[in-house]
């Protein structure tokens, strides 16, 4: 492994990561946190999205401030395009996922990043999302990711970095393992 003798400061505080991993070793009970977003329909295919509160560390938690995001379908669907797709949010989020938590990893193991692109695609036939085909899937067959890493860092201790990322991911999880949804009408 390559040592970098020089600081190495890729935006990520490890100390207070271990620091919390620690904590909440010894307090389990803390560890158990509620994710969620509420979205209101707008018009058409048009929905509006929003995150500002979650619960953790045994009581609720917020944000700084509210995020809103904006979902849409193209107008070659007969939308307003007014947004992305949900399926390029499920994209964002997955690329965004490994990316945060690999420049948490290399901070931890001393890797001074430059840059790191993801570039992410995801290939879907629409036939079974249109009613076309039964058959055919609703999601995506695969996703892509392909990234660019700019790094004091070996190609193995690169590939390390991925493999540690995609270990670790929370959305890389969602994505590739089975997860209850209960859809409920108040």
């Excluded at 290939?123 to 085909?133: H, N, R, S, Y």
Aim: proline share 3%; net charge negative.
């Amino acid at each position: 492994m390559t040592v970098n003798m020089e600081s190495v400061d890729n935006g990520v505080n490890v100390e207070a990561l271990i620091g919390a991993r620690e904590a909440l070793t010894a307090t389990p009970e803390g560890a158990q946190f509620e994710w969620r977003a509420s979205c209101a329909w707008v018009r058409g295919t048009h929905t509006q999205s929003s995150v500002e509160s979650f619960f953790g560390l045994g009581e609720e938690q917020k944000h700084k401030k509210k995020f809103v995001y904006d979902a849409d379908h193209p107008e070659l669907f007969a939308s307003e395009d007014n947004g992305v797709t949900p399926a390029e949010i499920a994209l964002v989020a997955l690329a965004s996922c490994l990316t945060a938590g690999m420049a948490a990893i290399a901070q931890h193991r001393k890797i001074q990043l430059r840059s790191v692109v993801a570039e992410i695609s995801g290939t879907m036939d629409i036939q079974g999302i249109l009613g076309i085909d039964s058959d055919v899937r609703n999601g995506f067959q695969a996703i892509r990711v392909n990234y660019k890493i700019d790094a004091d860092a070996s190609p193995d201790e690169i590939k390390a970095l991925v493999a540690q990322a995609q270990k670790r991911s929370a959305v890389f999880d969602v994505i590739t393992n089975p997860t209850n949804v209960i859809v409920e009408v108040a």
